[in-house]
């Protein structure tokens, strides 16, 4: 059986190594720890959890992430093993101790015969031989140019990306459908302000709480996509200029334009999830959801992706990907993780899981069908690799997964009925693949 180069020791590339070393395939896991560190990184472990220590929620029934994680569970995870074995109290989340965390991956990666481990910064990709890209959001400066170069410069170096909220939790009674001036679908929804809404919200904005900076994040990758409680801060009216021009946004109930307005755009095929346009924030998530309430339509709007602005690289996955994660150009490439633009650790750890499912059943000759997009792993695959003219990484959410085949009111019953849904095909897919 061929070798395969694992390029990156964090959480997807420790995922794929250890089920492709598993299975009996002989795997070269690259990383440039510990002879160089990135700038975000302090320890030598492989799996080093940078940003927080908590993997969200563990809730499977009610919360896509505590679904994934389940999900995860089911197929065999090294990631969620050592999270459920070196768990912290956090009530209903899945929060871990970071250095125990590590170091159980890193031992049990240590411990497999069929890794070789490499210190060493990989600064060019070979497609005439199997390997998985996995180095994060911080990839190297060398190796970030030479994936320009031959995914054909799809390559991003910033995460700007505005809030996505669920259709279902739009105040419809103070939002309308329409495009500017009647052009186009209208596939947009409208959300109109008075004065004094407008007042308010812009009062709130400005004085908001912002995201810190990791000291490894310059303000420099703003610069091409401004916040836009920088742009309020620059005068009363700029927003009405801007995101929340109003003008050719005619309301059918008054006749008129709103003093201003917001749109939001449809961010799938099922119109489950809208994305509110040009709404690129660095506020906190609570601080997001706090003052963006003060949009008559947003008042009790429900968050799928909350807005974040830091440093990441990913490539422009739905023109570079196939649902296998493997590049459109070359079958013997895959790349995993952050990478790919899915956001977040249990996100980055499902896709190197499954990108090394797929590897090692190309490797043993077999056809394998991608696993159903009823799951949150299925549907994150289906999401990144989906053309999509504004890409940006997503998480998990129940959004992103199809519709039940009947209408729910029930909120809660209808994430019960998803959860068992997804792992019902996870099962059926773990015994048809012999995982």
């Not at 390997?131 to 410069?153: C, F, H, R, Y």
């Not at 004094?196 to 490894?216: N, P």
């Not at 019960?416 to 996870?426: K, N, P, Q």
């Amino acid at each position: 059986m061929q070798k395969v180069k694992v390029i990156g020791g964090g959480l997807a590339g420790a995922e794929t190594a250890y089920f492709l070393a598993k299975k009996g395939v002989k795997v070269e896991l690259y990383d440039i720890k510990p002879n160089k560190m990135s700038p975000a990184h302090k320890s030598n472990d492989y799996g080093e959890l940078v940003c927080s220590n908590s993997l969200k929620s563990n809730d499977v029934y009610g919360n896509a992430a505590g679904l994934l994680k389940q999900e995860m569970r089911i197929l065999g995870s090294l990631v969620i093993e050592s999270a459920d074995k070196n768990s912290v109290p956090a009530g209903n989340a899945l929060a871990v101790d970071r250095q125990k965390f590590s170091k159980y991956i890193t031992e049990k990666l240590y411990a497999e015969p069929n890794i070789t481990h490499i210190s060493k910064e990989i600064e060019d990709i070979n497609f005439d031989e199997y390997t998985v890209i996995a180095t994060g959001p911080l990839t190297t400066d060398k190796l970030s140019q030479n994936i320009k170069e031959k995914v054909g410069g799809n390559l991003s170096f910033y995460d700007a990306s505005a809030p996505i909220v669920e259709f279902d939790s739009i105040d419809m009674e103070n939002a309308f459908f329409g495009d500017r001036y009647g052009k186009g679908n209208g596939d947009h929804i409208n959300c109109p302000m008075t004065k004094e809404e407008y007042l308010a919200f812009m009062a709130d904005l400005v004085s908001a709480e912002r995201a810190s900076l990791h000291q490894f994040e310059d303000t420099k990758v703003f610069e091409g996509c401004m916040p836009i409680e920088i742009m309020a801060g620059r005068g009363m009216d700029t927003l009405r200029f801007g995101p929340l021009k109003p003008v050719g946004l005619t309301n059918p109930k008054t006749g008129r334009w709103a003093y201003a307005c917001l749109q939001l755009r449809k961010e799938d095929a099922n119109g489950t999830m809208y994305n509110l346009v040009g709404f690129q924030t660095n506020l906190t998530f609570g601080a997001q959801k706090r003052v963006f309430a003060n949009i008559p339509a947003l008042k009790n709007a429900e968050y799928l992706r909350y807005g974040v602005m830091h440093r990441n690289t990913f490539i422009n996955s739905p023109q570079a990907l196939c649902e296998d994660y493997s590049l459109r150009e070359s079958k013997k490439t895959y790349f995993a993780g952050q990478i790919t633009g899915v956001e977040g650790y249990v996100e980055s750890a499902g896709s190197g899981l499954m990108t090394a499912i797929y590897l090692y059943n190309k490797l043993m000759g077999k056809d394998v069908k991608p696993i159903s997009q009823n799951t949150v792993l299925g549907s994150l695959a289906k999401y990144i690799t989906t053309e999509n003219k504004d890409f940006q990484p997503m998480n998990a959410n129940f959004g992103i997964l199809p519709p039940l085949d009947r209408i729910v009111r029930d909120k809660a019953e209808r994430k019960r009925l998803m959860a068992e849904r997804s792992l019902r095909e996870v099962e059926n897919f773990k015994k048809e693949n012999e995982i």
